[in-house]
Antibody
Framework: QLQLQESGPGLVKPSETLSLTCTVS??????????WGWIRQPPGKGLEWIGS???????YYNPSLKSRVTISVDTSKNQFSLKLSSVTAADTAVYYC??????????????WGQGTTVTVSS | QSVLTQPPSVSGAPGQRVTISCTGS?????????VHWYQQLPGTAPKLLIY???NRPSGVPDRFSGSKSGTSASLAITGLQAEDEADYYC????????????FGGGTKLTVL
């Protein structure tokens, strides 16, 4: 069955760039018309959508983060990635990758990674 | 401040029925966009519970049901069980913000 796994540094310094990768196993990231999304959850708070990428490479970002976010896909590695620049303590959160977060029938996020904790601190 | 408004908490005794509301506006739920619901057990990733307003993914018990009317949606849980204690989130699309994914603020369900 499809599985997603986030990976990346657990500690990032303020003003630096947070980089995470989501590896997809049990299926091809480009085999169907799926979207792939990033979502985060600050400690003790709710879910915040960061952005999504279509399997073809089209990207959609949360306007509140758009100036700092880049999401890309590497079909050869069956991975998609998140870069968030100029991080501050407010970016400390559990970061999840998920299948979905797109348009219409591709909107619900039906498969999630386990999440990875990223702390922004010097 | 979330675009979709949920009550911070609800509670119920085992066996009872509880509902969780998700109130939006004419630019999201009221515009006809689908609502999805997620269950997040403590320390785990969210799990899709209801999609397309009222559809259950395979494996989700029929104790969970979803509905939508006007600018609001609801998640109903019948025959409440201790393992239902979790946070619940609604999700939709908002046309005015051009945001593909908007979440409600989440509702903590406590089983008494």
């Amino acid at each position: 069955q499809l599985q997603l796994q986030e990976s990346g540094p657990g500690l990032v310094k303020p003003s630096e760039t947070l980089s995470l990768t989501c590896t997809v196993s049990g299926g091809s990231i480009s085999s169907s018309s799926y979207y792939w999304g990033w979502i985060r959850q600050p400690p003790g708070k709710g879910l915040e959508w960061i952005g999504s990428i279509y399997y073809s490479g089209s990207t959609y970002y949360n306007p509140s983060l758009k100036s700092r976010v880049t999401i890309s896909v590497d079909t050869s590695k069956n991975q998609f990635s998140l870069k968030l620049s100029s991080v501050t303590a407010a970016d400390t959160a559990v970061y999840y990758c998920a299948r979905g977060g797109g348009i219409g029938q591709w909107s619900p996020m039906d498969v999630w990674g386990q999440g990875t904790t990223v702390t922004v601190s010097s | 401040q979330s675009v979709l408004t949920q009550p911070p908490s609800v509670s119920g005794a085992p066996g009872q029925r509880v509902t969780i509301s998700c109130t939006g506006s004419s630019s999201n739920i009221g515009a006809g966009y689908d609502v999805h619901w997620y269950q997040q057990l403590p320390g785990t990733a969210p799990k899709l519970l209801i999609y397309g307003n009222s559809n259950r993914p395979s494996g989700v018990p029929d104790r969970f049901s979803g509905s939508k009317s006007g600018t609001s949606a609801s998640l109903a849980i019948t025959g409440l069980q201790a393992e239902d204690e979790a946070d619940y989130y609604c999700q939709s699309y908002d046309s005015s913000l051009s945001v593909l994914v908007v979440f409600g603020g989440g509702t903590k369900l406590t089983v008494l």
